[in-house]
């Protein structure tokens, strides 16, 4: 009986030791390097023939990298980007230390626009009022189109760029309506702007207004004068009236600085009194 507990005592011992030994063959193979324990990887795995993709490995034994990419191409390097050239589907071959392998398989579509119909629709920004010499940048917004000729709707030389910024000064005030033409677009897109005087332009404007003035004034007594010598009433009046009074017969006209009457009244007068000297007239903006 005594010889039978020690047997049973020794084939567990035995069964135990034997347990443990396999248990640790396995652990061990678990921790050698295999295909299993690879860390690499590639993104994305669908891709546009425009796009590349990324590939990766950092597994803690890797020493050597093959990479073969399915088109005939191969890397040596452990992470890096590959472009495809033509569409289609590759499977992708890694290879570590000559030994381990892991596969990955690739879609490559055929590349396209990443815009929408609506988004190929060019536009003209821009401002839409600017002073003379000033200079205005014009920007062309859409997508799908690099050639870009631009008219400014001044008669000036048509711009022809591939950049969709363009530059322009108006040297004149104005309305005027900028085109723009794309290979893309059957009709140009337009944008309108104002172009007011520069503040050097109305500063000479100013000063010359004075100037203007004079030159009117002499004009007005010059045909003044003519109605009181008799010449033709018609032809000098409705000049007048016409030019400087918006046909307004009612126009006030104040004599010597003391009496008063209407332009139409005025000049009937002068038709009767003879020896009339106009000496100087005066116009006064309404």
């Not at 631009?150 to 108006?170: K, L, P, R």
């Not at 032809?235 to 400087?244: A, D, F």
């Not at 104040?254 to 116009?283: A, E, H």
Request: overall charge neutral; charged content about 20%; some cysteine.
């Amino acid at each position: 009986m005594l010889q039978n507990k020690n047997t049973a005592k020794i084939a567990g011992i035995t069964a135990l030791i034997a347990a443990l030994i396999i248990a640790g063959i396995f652990g061990v193979k678990a921790l050698m390097p295999s295909s299993g324990n690879l860390k690499s990887g590639i993104y994305p795995r669908v891709i546009s023939l425009r796009d590349s993709i990324y590939f990766s490995d950092s597994s803690d034994f890797s020493k050597q990298y093959r990479w073969a990419f399915g088109d005939g191409t191969q890397s040596f390097l452990p992470a890096g980007y590959h472009h495809y050239a033509a569409p289609g589907n590759y499977t992708v071959t890694l290879t570590v230390n000559n030994k381990f392998t892991d596969t990955f398989f690739v879609s490559v579509n055929p590349g396209g626009p990443d815009y929408t119909l609506a988004d190929s629709l060019v536009k003209i920004q821009g401002p839409e009022m600017a002073m003379q010499g000033e200079n205005l940048v014009f920007r062309a917004v859409g997508k799908g189109s690099n050639d870009y000729r631009w008219e400014f709707g001044d008669n000036s030389s048509t711009v022809a760029t591939n950049n969709d910024i363009v530059q322009y000064a108006y040297p004149n005030e104005g309305e005027y309506l900028v085109r723009l033409y794309t290979r893309n677009s059957q009709y140009p897109a337009t944008h309108k702007v104002t172009i007011v005087p520069s503040y050097k332009t109305q500063r000479d404007s100013l000063t010359n207004l004075d100037a203007i003035y004079q030159d009117y004034e002499i004009d007005f007594k010059y045909h003044l004068q003519q109605i009181a010598n008799g010449a033709s009433f018609n032809e000098h009046y409705y000049y007048l009236l016409r030019k400087y009074l918006c046909g307004n017969e009612k126009a006030v006209m104040k004599i010597n600085d003391q009496k008063i009457n209407d332009f139409n009244s005025y000049c009937l007068g002068l038709q009767f009194d003879k020896g009339v000297l106009i000496q100087r007239v005066k116009l006064v903006p309404d």
